[in-house]
């Protein structure tokens, strides 16, 4: 059975190739953009160029499904980007009739990405959330004042398309005026959300539930992990993060995933409240997450597992219950980060050393078994800095 990793113009789906690769399997890298570096690594057996992710879904869908009925047998579909998951979830039936995928219920995904939607099963199923109120609520400067707090976050339901526009995750309100800013803007952009109270405690508060949840709808395989960095700082996506045994959120997530009927891989995000034991989920990520090579590297192939799974042959479960002194960075992000971290005094030089001390660290695109991709970012992003300097040149 052939896998088609949809996405391979970032590291995530670069991780999942090599995951499933290194396992053996045939995989077939999927992308609109030639230039990916993914395509360049050697555990990529097959191309399959997709039309442009801006343009018409059903073209990208028939793409897929064409390529399909070409097998000998249905491959695994394996999107790891947020937008393809979404299109997954939009063209379900006509997509699950070619290929296999673990999930098994139309919407899920949907439901797990949109952040309304989320709250309602943790309110339904009795899972910590931080205390919120929808952004179109007739009474909101009022309920915000008197329950949520200034400051506070906007947080959108749909946030592939809130990143596309405003280019960060969040915005953080200051009072009321900035809340009345701000929602005029989500409203001009056609977009929702929710004000949401910002829980206490630094980036490292933040915690990961990553499992895998086999089609006998039980978690088979998962461990946690903490944040010790982000990009953008406070409110972004890991660029150093290590694994640490938290056994509280293996009783939550699981517990959760399980009774929301999910199939497959998901991360939930938590935050532990500063000063207290109790932690908040955050969002739901329907996709592999970014540091899907460092899960690898503590012993669970993620990827490889839902390929065993779906081909109905599970490999023997793992829950994590040990710290295992594993780490992952994404060295371009982490470089940002830091300056930030150190220009607003959240951390200095001497806390940054002493979060990267006693782990093992695996790179998001460094690998001395496929050195390729990793050639393939450096020169690009060379290439970049070359043009902005030419351009700086040109101007003075």
């Known amino acids: 059975m052939k896998a088609v990793v949809v996405g391979v113009n970032y590291y995530t789906g670069l991780s999942a190739l090599r995951s499933l ?14 230039k990916a570096y993914g395509l360049r690594s050697k555990y990529c057996a097959e191309h399959l160029m997709l039309p442009p992710l801006s343009g018409d879904p059903k073209r990208l869908v028939d793409t897929l499904i064409d390529f399909a009925k ?9 999107p790891t980007h947020d937008s393809y998951v979404h299109i997954v979830d939009e063209y379900f039936d006509e ?19 949109d952040k309304r939607l989320t709250a309602d099963l943790c309110r339904r199923y009795g899972v910590r959330i931080p205390p919120s109120v929808a952004l179109d609520a007739p009474d909101l400067l009022e309920t915000v004042k008197d329950q949520i707090g200034y400051p506070c976050i906007i947080k959108p339901d749909d946030s592939t398309s809130f990143v596309r526009r405003f280019g960060c995750k969040v915005f953080i309100v200051a009072d009321h005026s900035e809340l009345e800013e ?6 001009e952009a056609g977009l929702g959300g929710q004000v949401q109270r910002i829980i206490k405690g630094f980036d490292d508060h933040m915690y ?33 993060i290590v694994q640490k045994h938290v056994p509280e959120l293996h009783k939550i997530g699981a517990a959760f995933l399980e009774a929301i009927g999910w199939r497959g891989f998901a991360e ?15 969002e739901i990520n329907t996709r592999t997450t970014n540091f899907n090579s460092m899960i690898d590297a503590c012993g669970i192939n993620m990827p490889y597992v839902c390929y065993r799974d779906m081909k109905g042959e599970p490999v023997p479960p793992l829950i994590m219950e040990e710290d295992l002194g594993q780490a992952f960075c994404y060295e371009y992000d982490d470089f940002f980060a830091k300056r930030a971290y150190l220009r607003t005094g959240q951390l200095t030089r001497k806390e940054i050393k ?6 093992r660290v695996t790179e998001a695109l460094f690998a001395k078994d496929d050195l390729r991709p990793w050639f393939s970012f450096w020169s690009e992003r060379a290439g970049r800095l070359v043009k902005k300097i030419l351009r700086i040149d040109r101007k003075s």
């Open 21 to 34: 690769g290194r396992a053996g399997v045939h995989v077939v890298a999927a992308d609109y953009d030639r």
């Open 70 to 78: 070409k097998q000998d047998e249905k491959p695994l579909l394996f």
């Open 95 to 113: 997509l699950k009739a070619h290929f296999v995928f673990p999930q098994v219920t139309k919407g899920l995904f949907t439901a797990c990405c």
């Open 182 to 187: 701000k929602r005029t803007l989500m409203r």
């Open 208 to 240: 990961t539930y990553d499992a895998y949840v086999g089609q006998d709808g039980a978690v088979s395989h998962a461990l946690t992990c903490q944040k010790k960095r982000q990009w953008p700082i406070n409110f972004g996506a890991s660029t150093f």
């Open 268 to 282: 939930i995000e938590f935050k532990k409240e500063e000063g207290t034991n109790d932690f908040y989920l955050i």
């Open 354 to 359: 002493q979060q990267e001390k006693g782990v």
